[in-house]
């Protein structure tokens, strides 16, 4: 278990981009190390906004796309193409306009897909990870090197909300929600033993709605009632905010160079 890193930016915008910056720079270096680089995506209006601004960074075209390896935290169990998919955002925020390898790019089944129902869709995702987990990931996703988080304002991360049956899973790597109490409410989600075995776990949270689950997460809460604080990289944890988030942290927490 890596200890929280926070760093507050002066607004959203700006947080998107230094966080698609700091990205661009990970994957980079993980390419020139490894050959090639993993990263999970989330959804939301904070990890389109990464997104986004990665489209728009100078320095995308240092990412050899053809080498990076694209995977999902969650996913809302609706028909391919839909425009509430978390897929469908992506590729309209970014995917589309880079040279990707499609057979790197690992999308969570559709509702109008092979798959009754959300929960053969994560068994499905779950085995898709497994295949492609490297003996010394020791478990049974691969050892992503960035996986991203958008922080809830009730502290949920990927489709896991607080006292819901995904956060307490500690076995399984994917898992059907129902009821999820954000529409839609059938989705597919990441748990947070498959979360945990990420090298660095980035959660990004910006807007005043977001000020209290961050303070709340970051101050000691349970992962059953806080999913946000559970969720943690094997060597890096970096909590990524803007100053409307983080205007409740306490003090002590807050990082003295920040704003």
Known sequence: MSTPQIVVHRDKELMAQAAAARLITKIVDAQAARGSASVVLTGGRNGNGLLA?????PARDAVDWSRLDLWWGDERFLPEGDPERNATQAREALLDAVGLDPARVHY???ADGTHDDADAAAAAYAAELAAAARPEDHGPVPSFDVLLLGVGPDTHVASLFPELPGVRETERTVVGVHGAPKPPPTRVSLTLPAI?????????AAGEDKADAVTMALSGAGEIQAPAAGAYGRRRTLWLLDA???AKLPRDLYPPASP
Not at 53 to 57: G, I, N, P, T, W
Not at 196 to 204: F, I, M, Q, S, T
């Open 53 to 57: 601004a990665l489209a728009d960074a």
């Open 108 to 110: 969570m089944p559709a």
């Open 196 to 204: 945990r075995a990420a090298r660095e776990v980035w959660l990004l």
């Open 244 to 246: 409307a988030a983080a």
